[in-house]
């Protein structure tokens, strides 16, 4: 049965997030945090507009802030800002999930 | 389907005096008490009571596992549920989690449920010095090493990021082999994903609906069929959703004595957790109560919507869903909801979960100030109108299930 990531359209994206799980069964936690929150950051990238208006300040506020940041001034898209190197395999799961929601939701 | 009780112990002061009473506290430990006594006698299968600390009015429940010792000494079936204990090391030090979960199981004649979990107001982190940025990290770690202690004959000793302690041996050790079905909170569905992966059960505190059960039954099954790398030595998979209950022979009545409750369940949370009004509490001296009456009802979800628009850009009215997974929460659990009616009305509810395939259930029958007579009311209606024919189905259920884990290869320590 095909998981959530699997159903992601953007083949880059997808790649991504499929090597954030990857990592998360070799145990390379960092790994998926990184990959995860970067595919946030590209699709709000790609997708500026879904970071207007009060729906973006709620997805902004939605994001998880269990070690890794968003870095947010105005004018400019927003960035990582890494609190620790070192990250739980919850954690880990925390931000893969929030990525694949977004993603999917996103209809990317 | 299964059904249980959940209870945040709440006790909304005297609209007419600024304190509580003396008797108050005492009052409603005793009738708790007795509606979970009532709840065992009519086939309720569990109750979850809550860890919370200096949330006035919200919740008075800050030692369950004393609360879940004298329930086991008046109850013969129920499961006793802790919903949750707060598991990072600067709330319970995970050795003494242990000690208590196993001395319960052991009173219970192993009846525990073991419900884990982080918590995430201001007023319970900044208390107890835990950083919003850890507690999930501090939740795995202190539960990791929790199930060890309960298992591991002596338990050899951690040096851990967030507690360290010698090898001992954690006795007394659990009634439940090789221990008690463990469970997490989980107010976001990625919690409800991380659960799966660890092989743990999933308190959904968000009043999923029934489409949004259906979706995460499914997905939570397959992950643990698939991705699944236990916490524990058993797993617990188990997909339980919170709702409110008022069940009575008219709506009108259903209404007039729930949807109150509700509303203050949802207005006290709701100030709790925002983080501009719940950071800000004054301990002591606020009167949440009085507060939530003199807003009219029309304008409650307006005031708690201020809030949100806070910190989270919310701009619903009382009549306008959010779409955020916190703030849609609340929301619904200050709305009527698909368990306030008649017998009739809320089997048709429940049976769509059914169909869904959830495996619990929960519902807040205490909330703001329902009156005890009107709460035992409502669960002999229910229990004696609605329960019996979801439980002469459960077998259909537990076949499902059966199915659903048959690749499953871990040991499985559940009581669905």
Known sequence: ?108 | MKFGLFYELQLPKPYDADQWHDDQEHRIVKEALEQIELADRLGFDYVFIVEHHFLEEYSHSSAPEVFLAAASQRTKNIRLGHGIVLMPPPYNHPARVAERIAMLDLVSDGRVEFGTGESSSEMEMGGFGVRREEKKAMWEEATRECLRMMTEVPYPGYEGTYFAMPSRNVIPKPLQKPHPPVWVAAARRETTMVAARLGIGSLGFSFETADEARERVEEYYRLIREECFPIGKAINPALAVLSVLSCFDSEEEAIAKGLEGAQFFSYSLGYYYSPFTGGAHKPGRVHLYRQFRDTPPEQRWGALAEWFRGFAGYRGGFGEEPQDEVGRALWRAAQRGGCIGTPEFIRETLLRYEEAHLDVMLFVAQCGARKHEDIMDSLYRFGTKVLPEFKERHEQHQRWRRQQLAPVDYPIVSSI
Do not use: C, H, N
């Open chain 1, 1 to 108: 049965m095909a998981g959530k990531v699997d159903r992601i359209q953007d083949p880059e994206l997808r790649a991504s997030l499929q090597a954030a799980q990857e990592s998360l069964r070799k145990g390379d936690y960092r790994d998926v945090v990184r990959r995860s929150a970067e595919a946030f950051l590209e699709l709000v990238r790609r997708r500026p507009e879904l970071l207007e208006g009060q729906e973006g300040i709620r997805r902004l506020f939605m994001f998880p802030r269990l070690g890794v940041d968003l870095a947010v001034s105005p004018g400019s898209p927003p960035t990582l800002k890494w609190e620790r190197e070192r990250f739980s395999f919850s954690e880990a799961v925390t931000y893969l999930e929030f990525a694949t929601e977004q993603l999917l939701q996103a209809g990317m």
